[in-house]
């Protein structure tokens, strides 16, 4: 069990690294000195995973069953919530022996975009990754 969540820490550092890493991100452009400032500008519209983040978010946190995550229950609330069951990827919900994993991932592919969570200890977590070179959001996901 320690070496399967040691190659857990090891895939979800790896993958942090590389999210960072991607050169995408342009900086944004200052405004112009001649723009005047507009109080009515309407709030930049979030579209992709970020947009999907929060709701992503609350149903990990409405079904985290701390210690003991249910890989199949999650699937069906985040399928009942909305989300394409075959853009969804999970860890097992049980190690090498058998026994019930503390800390489960999951994580639902949004175009080249991927929501990223865990849950099992403590508050569930969340952030949006690239999808990996394999297509896939997980390196090793689930296959039932």
Known sequence: ???QAALL?????ALLALAGCSGDAAPSPSPSASAAPSESA???ELTGAAAL????ADVLAANDVA???DGEALVAALVAAGFDQAAIERSDDVDVQGNPVALMTVAVRVDQECLLGQVGHGEPT???VPVLGTGTCLVAPFTP
Request: zero cysteines; a positive charge; charged letters at 20%.
């Open 67 to 69: 210690g003991r995550p």
């Open 1 to 3: 069990m320690r070496r």
């Open 9 to 13: 820490a090891t895939g979800m550092a």
């Open 42 to 44: 309407p709030a930049e």
């Open 126 to 128: 969340t952030t949006i």
């Open 53 to 56: 983040q929060q709701q992503f």
